[in-house]
């Protein structure tokens, strides 16, 4: 074989090492996200209820909220931004049992769990509600971030908006 023949052989031979090694890294590491990326404030795009059948919005498909995640704790909090404002300062019942409807809001201290395709296992103890149902219990959202986005999503649960059992999607956005 010519010396260009052993060098040409050489290159593929150097090439192929490449993609075999690329092809040896596990997907996930190289989708892992840590907890220094999920502190900061974050704009809610959708929030959407996976269950049998088709997809659902439970808060409109345009709510609005934040959420914000520091070293220690995480606030939630999310509106159906199709509430009309009322006509007084004071609310009817009737108000009042639509507004505690349309929104949810928790916060709680969390710790990180391990990473998983989902993503970054996040454990809240809420600790603080809207809802007195959402007191003391665990919120549990693998959270996965790809440059300014953020995805939450739980494992299938009861929802206590609509108390169906489903998973929730909350996709984000970092705010500025």
Known sequence: MSSGGLRLNKLAQAALSIVLLAGSVPSHAQQTTTKDQIIGTWKVISLKSLTVGPVKYPLGEKPEGYVTVTAARMWLLIVDSRQTAPTSAALTDAQAIAAMKASVAWTGLYTIGD?????????ARVDTASSPALLGTH?????????????M????AIEPITDVTSAVVIELVKAE
């Open 139 to 151: 919120r549990v959202y693998f959270m996965k971030v790809e440059g300014n986005n953020l995805t």
């Open 115 to 123: 990473q998983s395709q989902d993503g970054l296992k996040a454990t």
């Open 153 to 156: 999503k739980s494992p299938r």
